[in-house]
């Protein structure tokens, strides 16, 4: 048996302990985390993923390197804080969305005029995709409650990384970005991000999205910013379906890799993400 096969992540993930759970038709989904802080005053590196069930690899990627940030334990130069699975129903379901049909990554209360039709967010029906919802939902008044706890429990720097998959022809690494927070960040705080991506052959991308209700840029807007960069890790997957086009047909194939390079694909990331570990310890 394919031993990775055996970590894929699932709701009932005993690996981790549980956060808090969600009630969709009468059925608890459960979210897990590990959070390891070793001193208030050290670097605190925060990895979050699958907020879009659908895009299952961020879990796999976080699960992994969660793993090794377990066997580090007090040998860690971090303070360590992990979600895999932030929509744990969508998840269960191979669904983009929540069990109220909401994209959790586009209903934070932050809205722009600008942003890209109806991928950029819509209010017309859950039925459709991108819908922004009227609240914010349960797993992201989780989320934000664990980020305030975390920013109020630290002095260090805060570095957050959300794990995405889907876009482009390369994993990217994209800073916060609708409201134009350039002129408001530390730009010492994303360095980190910057020497990750050069260091793993990512594209570190500034360019402006318009993208309405992102739930990042929201998090970053209250965050202590004078102490905290945030960036989320888009795994590209493009590639994979043009050079295998027979798997377009199936959408659970433009958000993920093929079988057979899966674990390749976690390993690299997963290693990625410990070279922010170095990053993050020595910023300067």
């Not at 809205?111 to 819908?131: A, C, I, M, V």
Request: charged share 25%.
């Amino acid at each position: 048996m394919n031993r990775r096969k055996s970590i894929k992540i699932k709701p009932s993930n005993k690996f981790l302990p549980i956060l808090c759970s969600v009630s969709y038709n009468k059925k608890k989904y459960q979210i897990h985390y590990y959070k390891h802080i070793k001193s208030p005053k050290k670097p605190t590196l925060v990895i979050t993923a699958n907020i879009h069930g659908i895009e299952k690899i961020s879990s796999l990627v976080a699960l992994d390197f969660c793993k090794k940030m377990v066997k580090l334990g007090q040998k860690s130069p971090v303070n360590f804080v992990c979600i895999p699975c932030l929509n744990p129903f969508g998840l269960a379901h191979k669904t983009r969305c929540n069990g109220n049909g909401v994209d959790l990554m586009r209903n934070s209360p932050l809205r722009t005029k600008k942003k890209t039709f109806f991928f950029g967010g819509q209010n017309w029906s859950n039925r459709l995709p991108y819908f922004q919802g009227e609240k914010l939902e349960k797993e992201n008044e989780i989320w934000l409650k664990l980020m305030k706890k975390i920013w109020k429990s630290t002095k260090g720097p805060v570095f957050h990384i959300d794990i995405h998959s889907g876009f482009g022809w390369k994993t990217s690494i994209w800073p916060p970005h609708t409201r134009s927070f350039k002129t408001k960040r530390n730009k010492q705080l994303f360095l980190p991000f910057k020497k990750m991506a050069a260091q793993n052959g990512m594209k570190y991308s500034d360019i402006p999205y318009n993208i309405s209700g992102d739930m990042l840029d929201h998090l970053y807007e209250l965050s202590p910013r004078n102490r905290a960069a945030a960036a989320t890790m888009e795994i590209g997957t493009w590639k994979w379906i043009y050079t295998m086009p027979w798997r377009i047909g199936l959408a659970s194939n433009w958000f993920n890799p093929p079988e057979k390079i899966l674990k390749k694909v976690v390993r690299e990331h997963s290693k990625a993400l410990m070279t922010l570990v170095n990053q993050s310890h020595k910023p300067n």
